[in-house]
């Protein structure tokens, strides 16, 4: 059989021994009853092996006039068991971060945290502390206001009641450029999209980072406006509430959005007496003000009174000396929160924080050399792909299947494998931090709990990659990416390919029965599950 390692062929299968064809059919028969996919009119449901069925699969409608590169490979041997269009150049979604954390363990390394620091250049007198208190962030994506509290705490601790000076927020650890390459300008006040620096406050345990929730209840009667919430509480944001209570049982259609170009969040539309409201996660403008925000509040509220103003971008001068400091979980922990909830701003402050550590500039340029040099350095031909960005978000990225197989294969001899294969998600594990963003896929089939997988999803741009035990415990590595298809989701499809991959053996048999409910849940939308709070994967 062909190696990854050689070139793939564009277009090319490598044929094992050939399948039996009844086998074959009862898989394709169950994959129509248990996944919602339907064959193909005209297909052949009598082909003959592996190869035939996926081509099969592949030839759903809904691909038609679309582009899938799929690759399945053995994972002991590298040997290339399918291949379809696997040097092909398409829009891998969030399947990018494959690269960016596999390049982030390596780089960085699984022991890796960031800390968060409360410094100053002042002279203490008594209680009073003359001079400037600094807030120097490293890029810390799980900072939260409690942890700010902390920091403020032991300022306290210290005895200083008051700063008479400024409070500056030195973020200055990664460059000024906030939002990537060719990021929709429609998504600006979506979590998911937020704003990138060295200091930042996530507002939740999922650690969507750059981000405040915004909940909004009904007024008690017809007439009277909403009532809105922030998390965590800050005076960063305004909220304009525009939007209406109405009698009950009349529409809830709130709409919560960030202004462009500030931190005005305006609440429109209206909400029943009695109904459920709205809860939703909004980015801010500025990420570093938020923070500085949050210490400054949680610095008054444990008595410590700071005279001067709020200055952002200031670097913390050598001399400093440390009053308090926090420091994050370290990477291989992160990696979970990370991968299995899909988390962009996670990609792209460590993407900055590999260019820190390779080069000392903390930025998208020369954090994605650093991808690449990890990726040259297992053999990825980084001449033919393009990464502008460390999550996927950027439609401009374009990676191939055969890409991604070699990079799945050459990390299993990586020391700090079992940590980034730990960061998975797990078809159909119901802990979210597990199953992440496959926890309600492929249920009821032999790939639940057995495959693992990074998921991605942009309009008209799905993937699914990563790694199943087919029905002889054989470990099988595969790609899937599919572009240019109108469907609402290919995800069923994706599902199809691999649950095919478990019911496989090395001789080609899989006469088994259909598995009863085996259709995947929330696998009708192009968004990935994490992405569409306050729904939880």
């Known amino acids: 059989m062909r190696r990854l390692g050689q070139r793939l062929g564009q277009g090319k299968r490598s044929h094992g021994p050939r399948h039996r064809a009844r086998a074959w059919a009862v898989v394709l028969g169950m994959l129509v009853a248990g996944l919602g996919w339907s064959a193909p009119a005209g297909a052949d449901q009598e082909a003959g092996g592996l190869p035939e ?130 990021w929709a300008a429609d998504d600006e006040s979506a979590y998911y999209s937020a704003q990138i620096s060295a200091l930042s406050v996530a507002p939740d345990t999922d650690y969507d980072t750059g981000s405040v929730i915004v909940q909004v209840a009904p007024g ?12 965590p509480p800050t005076t960063y944001v305004d909220v304009d509430v525009r939007a209406t209570t109405v009698a009950a049982g009349g529409a809830n259609d709130l709409s919560v959005e960030r202004e462009h170009g500030g931190n005005t969040i305006v609440v429109t539309g209206t909400t029943p007496v009695g109904g459920s409201g709205a809860q939703e996660w909004v980015s801010v403008w500025e990420p570093t003000g938020y923070a500085a925000a949050v210490f400054r509040a949680a610095l008054t509220a444990h008595g410590v009174k700071v005279t001067g103003a709020t200055r952002l971008g200031r670097a913390t001068p050598a001399a400093a000396r440390r009053l308090a400091s926090h420091t994050s979980m370290p990477l291989k922990d992160l990696l979970v929160p990370f991968m299995k ?54 439609r401009m990225n374009n990676l191939t299947a055969g890409q991604f197989a070699k990079l799945l294969l050459a990390v299993r001899s ?78 069923p499809l994706e599902d199809a390919i691999v649950v095919t991959l478990a019911r496989s053996t090395a001789e080609g048999t899989a ?27």
């Open 220 to 231: 008690t009667a017809a007439g009277d406006a909403p009532r809105v919430t922030v998390t």
């Open 414 to 491: 990586e020391p700090w494998y079992a940590d980034w294969y730990r960061s998975l998600p797990v078809a159909c594990a119901p802990d979210r931090f597990v199953g992440g963003t496959l926890r309600t896929r492929m249920c009821g089939t032999p790939a639940a709990l057995n495959a693992v997988g990074k998921t991605g999803s942009l309009t008209g741009a799905s993937a699914l990659s990563g790694y199943v035990k087919d029905a002889d415990g054989r470990e099988l590595v595969y790609s899937i990416v599919l572009n240019n298809y109108l469907a609402a989701s290919v995800k």
């Open 53 to 182: 069925a996926l081509d099969t699969l592949l030839g759903d409608s809904r691909m038609e006039g679309g582009a899938a590169g799929v690759v399945v490979a053995d994972a002991a041997s590298g040997d290339v068991l399918y291949q379809r269009a696997p040097t092909s150049r398409l829009m891998p979604a969030s399947n990018t971060k494959l690269p960016t954390s596999a390049a982030a363990m390596e780089i960085l390394g699984p022991g890796h945290t960031f800390t968060t620091d409360v410094l100053t250049t002042g002279r203490r007198h008594g209680s009073v502390l003359t001079g400037d208190l600094y807030l120097r962030g490293t890029g810390d994506p799980t900072a939260l206001a409690g942890d700010y509290d902390g920091l403020a705490a032991r300022v306290a601790d210290s005895g200083v009641t008051r700063v008479d000076g400024r409070l500056l927020a030195d973020d200055t650890r990664f460059d000024r450029s906030r939002l990537g390459r060719a």
């Open 511 to 537: 006469a088994v029965e259909a598995a009863p409910g085996a259709r995947s849940a929330g696998a009708d939308t192009d968004l990935e599950c994490s992405w569409r709070k306050p729904a939880r994967c």
């Open 341 to 394: 909830l899909s988390n962009n701003m996670h990609a792209e402050i460590l993407t900055k924080a590999m260019g820190h550590e390779v080069s000392g500039e903390g930025s998208w340029s020369a954090g994605l050399a650093a991808v690449g040099g990890y990726l040259k350095g297992i053999g990825v031909d980084t001449g033919k792909l393009r990464q502008v960005d460390g999550s996927g978000l950027s």
